[in-house]
């Protein structure tokens, strides 16, 4: 179980974001913003709060998401169909920011934030309630123009390593915040039949340097797949899986992710 380490003070140095590993597992699931439309996804956000969520990544539709597979870029096309904006999602967090006390992240390309302002997206994000912002496509040595006001504004930008990351992982996870988000293999988001050894191994090469909590994402599918990540990462992030009932049950979704939810809370509880 991750631990929060102490600040020069010897005080806990402690986020909002990184007390949710402080518990055990975390169970950080992933749902795209206004799919099927904007009230099924409030519906959800309560639903997978209830069923133990400890964070919750909420995606921000885009016309060209490059690291999608078909199931979450399907569901951006529906969100989009539906009207799914920017400030829907905005207005989204703030209402539910009263009930839902976990961390709340939003997982987006770079060109969203772009064509908003990065400014004032995330000012528009720390006035909502979002706490931590996910950007696959920008780069690490890329992100000081979003990083400076992330800082200023208090939010968590949050890094990724890849297998392809190599000799770059321990210098991304000495210069991370928050959680590093480990993506389990190449290739697209979906949902994978067996995960091989490449999570394992970023997570062992980050611990030769810090010990900032690690979750793992991409392709983690069935309850079993997450026991096993569990017992080596400190998170288990699940997207396609949960994307993909939303597709097919509609606005009839949140009982079968809510309890599909739950199977994957209590397969990771007590690692």
């Not at 999608?68 to 169909?81: K, N």
Request: net charge negative; proline share 6%; with cysteine.
């Amino acid at each position: 179980m991750w631990q929060p380490s102490q600040d020069i003070r010897g005080y806990p140095s402690v986020s909002k974001i990184s007390q949710a590993f402080s518990a055990g597992k975390a169970f950080i699931p992933f749902i795209t913003g206004g799919d099927p439309d904007i009230k099924t996804t409030e519906k959800l956000l309560y639903a997978l709060y209830e069923a133990g969520a400890d964070l919750i990544e909420i995606g921000i539709p885009f016309s060209d998401p490059i690291a999608e597979g078909p199931v979450i870029e399907a569901a951006d096309e529906r969100a989009l169909r539906a009207g799914c904006t920017v400030e829907k999602l905005f207005d989204l967090v703030s209402r539910v920011r009263a009930d839902i006390n976990i961390p709340l992240l939003f997982m987006t390309y770079y060109n969203p934030i772009f064509v908003y302002g990065t400014s004032k997206f995330t000012k528009c994000c720390a006035e909502s309630g979002i706490d931590g912002i996910i950007v696959p496509d920008l780069p690490f040595e890329e992100r000081d123009e979003l990083l400076e006001p992330c800082i200023a504004q208090g939010l968590k930008l949050i890094s990724l390593i890849a297998p392809t990351s190599k000799d770059r992982i321990e210098t991304i996870a000495q210069n991370s915040d928050g959680f590093i988000y480990c993506v389990s293999s190449i290739g697209v988001t979906g949902e994978r039949h067996a995960l091989d050894e490449s999570a394992r191994h970023m997570v062992a090469q980050v611990r030769l340097v810090t010990d900032i909590p690690c979750a793992v994402g991409f392709g983690i599918s069935t309850a079993a797949q997450a026991r096993k990540v569990a017992e080596f990462a400190d998170g288990v992030i699940v997207g396609s899986a949960i994307v993909r009932l939303v597709g097919e049950y509609g606005q009839d979704c949140v009982a079968p992710v809510s309890q599909f939810a739950e199977e994957i809370k209590q397969a990771i509880t007590d690692i």
